[in-house]
Every structure is written in structure tokens, then in C-alpha cells.
């Protein structure tokens, strides 16, 4: 490294050193421009402090840019430092971000939250040194308000209505909340940026729309309320809000009816169907009479002498089954027989 270039380099650290500490120490921290951008996006730093660096005449300029997380510390990080004369790259460049020897500027890629914080520039021209200093703070963006009421007290004897609400938001840092009507007048006056509002209407208020907006340096968002139909739903309902209660009560009792009257159908179609009787065998009885031929035994013929000369025989015949279903009557037949004689 040339000897003159490496003093150079040494007077210009020992220059931005005593810059920070001055910053660091006194009150002049405050000084420096913030620079408000999103959280996640690029933010670009300008290192000329709007002044013009003429490159093509002047080959002799050097950059430090260093970082303090708080405006007392005494430790710095070393972002970047880059000398002109030893070409178009940066001696030194961090993580994280990325400069442009061209208009000599350092872009902060993704504007992380370590990225936050207090940068201080040392641009050395020839004979002549700029310091300045910018402080960048980061911002998640807000979302869209949430509303909702917290107490409702409704007086019916004079037709009034009151309201607290509240406007609050998922996403966002640093949220500031104002209140205005339909007509756009400040509810509430800037310094008190309250998430909550306490109003009083009454039921011939006309200009019954509230509007919450939420934001930040980077961003800002709206919701609209209607409080006079928060207030008087209750009281005065919707055409026809009536019907759901008579037309569910009347369905659920006609499925109940429909049931009923498929149950007893089936009950009645059902029992014959289900069980036949066994068709039970029918015989028929037949009484025969048959006389004796003559005296056999004396002793039989003795026995017998008071007995009907006729003896009765009973033949049991099976009837073949009947092909109808319908059980015939039984027929019983008497026959009479004459026996021969001996």
C-alpha cells in the first residue's frame, strides 16, 4: 500500500472515530435526518450528503460508513470502506448490504432489524473531509383495522345510544389511531391518538359512520362503522328476519308426520307377508260295520249276546293336500257291511 494512501486512510479513520464520538457524547445525535422506510424492503443511503463529488477530476476519495445500534455506544460496526483510487470495489463491505461506487451510495438489502440504527460517513476529498451522520428506522406496514364493541348502554326513555369501541390492528409497529366522521371532522384531536372512543347518539342521529384509521410513518388504513345499526338492530329487525323462526318449527313437524304415516303403511303391508302357516294334514275317519256270520264259541257267542250283532271297524284314510290354501271340511263316511253267512 503507498505510504501516503495508508496515512490518508489512518487520518480519515482517526477523523470519522473523533465524529462519532462527538455525536455519541453531546446532544447532536438528534441532528440526524431520520430516514422512516418499510421493514423487509431496499432502502438505498445516499453517502455525498448532497453534495456533487466530481469522480473524473477527483481520484483521490475514500468512504468509511459505520453503524451504532444506539446513539451512546461506543463501539461501531465497519459497514464499508472504499477508496477510489485503488479502483471501483469497496475495501471492505459487510454483509448484508451493497454499494455503489457509481453515485456512491450503500443499499441496505431487506432492511432488516439489525439494520436499524445510526449511520455515520467520512468522505475524504483531497484536503477537504465531510461528516454527516442519518438514522434509519424500520416500520412493519399496519393492516386493516379490527373493530369492536366493548359496552353498550341503550336508554329507551330518551332514545339515546352509548357506545365504546375499539380499533385495533394484527400487523404494524409504532401505530398511531384516529377517529373522524362520514363528513371527515377529527373526532378526536392528533395528540390523542387512542385506540378507543367513547360516543353518545341518539335515535334521530344522522351522521351515525365512524371511521378508525390506523398507520405509521409508512403506512395507513381505514375501516368504516356504522354505529346506529350497532345501537338499534335489536329494536327494529329486518324485513322478514321473522321467517326462520315459523318455517323450521313447521318442516321438522311435517318430516315427523311423514314418518309416522310410512311406519303404520308398512306395519299393515308387512304381517301377511311375513309368516305363513303350515298347511297341517287332514285325514278323514270312515266307519265301517260288519256284521258277524254266526255262533262261533259258546262262550263268545255268551259275551256277546247283549252286544249289537254289527261290529263297527274305524279306517283312517289320508287326504291328499288340498292344492287351494283354504282348509276343506272334513266328510266322514259310514259304510255298512254284511258279512256272508257260514
Not at 329486518?238 to 313447521?250: A, D, F, G, K, Q
Request: glycine content about 4%; overall charge negative.
Amino acid at each position: 500500500m503507498d505510504p501516503s494512501g495508508s496515512r490518508s486512510l489512518r487520518i480519515l479513520l482517526l477523523l470519522s472515530l473523533a465524529f462519532e464520538l462527538s455525536y455519541g457524547t453531546g446532544g447532536g445525535v438528534m441532528d440526524c435526518p431520520v430516514i422512516h422506510q418499510k421493514l423487509g424492503q431496499d432502502t438505498w443511503l445516499s453517502l455525498t450528503n448532497e453534495h456533487q463529488i466530481n469522480k473524473s477530476v477527483n481520484k483521490s476519495i475514500r468512504i468509511l460508513v459505520t453503524m451504532a445500534t444506539s446513539p451512546g455506544s461506543k463501539t461501531n460496526k465497519k459497514i464499508v470502506s472504499f477508496d477510489l483510487s485503488k479502483g471501483g470495489y469497496p475495501d471492505h463491505l459487510e454483509d448484508g448490504y451493497h454499494f455503489q461506487s457509481e453515485n456512491l451510495s450503500l443499499k441496505v438489502l431487506g432492511n432488516r432489524r439489525e439494520s436499524e440504527g445510526w449511520y455515520f460517513v467520512s468522505v475524504e476529498e483531497n484536503v477537504s473531509v465531510q461528516q454527516f451522520c442519518m438514522q434509519l428506522k424500520l416500520y412493519e406496514q399496519v393492516s386493516t383495522p379490527e373493530m369492536k364493541v366493548l359496552n353498550k348502554t341503550q336508554e329507551d326513555e330518551n332514545g339515546t345510544c352509548s357506545l365504546l369501541l375499539a380499533c385495533t390492528v394484527k400487523k404494524g409497529d409504532h401505530v398511531a389511531y384516529r377517529w373522524s366522521n362520514e363528513a371527515g371532522t377529527h373526532v378526536l384531536s392528533p395528540a390523542n391518538s387512542s385506540h378507543l372512543l367513547q360516543v353518545t347518539l341518539s335515535n334521530q342521529h344522522q351522521d351515525s359512520i365512524f371511521n378508525c384509521t390506523a398507520s405509521n410513518p409508512v403506512s395507513s388504513r381505514s375501516r368504516p362503522f356504522d354505529l346506529q345499526k350497532e345501537c338499534w338492530q335489536e329494536s327494529s329487525p329486518e324485513p322478514n328476519s321473522w321467517i326462520p323462526y315459523i318455517v323450521v318449527p313447521l318442516v321438522v313437524i311435517i318430516i315427523i308426520f311423514l314418518v309416522s304415516i310410512a311406519m303404520i303403511m308398512m306395519k299393515r303391508q308387512g304381517k301377511p307377508n311375513h309368516f305363513q302357516p303350515p298347511v297341517e294334514e287332514k285325514s278323514l275317519t270312515i266307519y265301517a260295520q260288519v256284521q258277524k256270520s254266526g255262533p262261533q264259541e259258546k262262550k263268545l257267542h255268551d259275551a256277546l249276546a247283549d252286544q249289537d250283532p254289527c261290529t263297527t271297524i274305524y279306517v283312517a284314510a289320508t287326504e291328499p293336500a288340498p292344492e287351494s290354501v283354504q282348509e276343506p271340511n272334513p266328510t266322514t263316511v259310514y259304510a255298512s257291511v254284511t258279512l256272508p253267512e257260514s
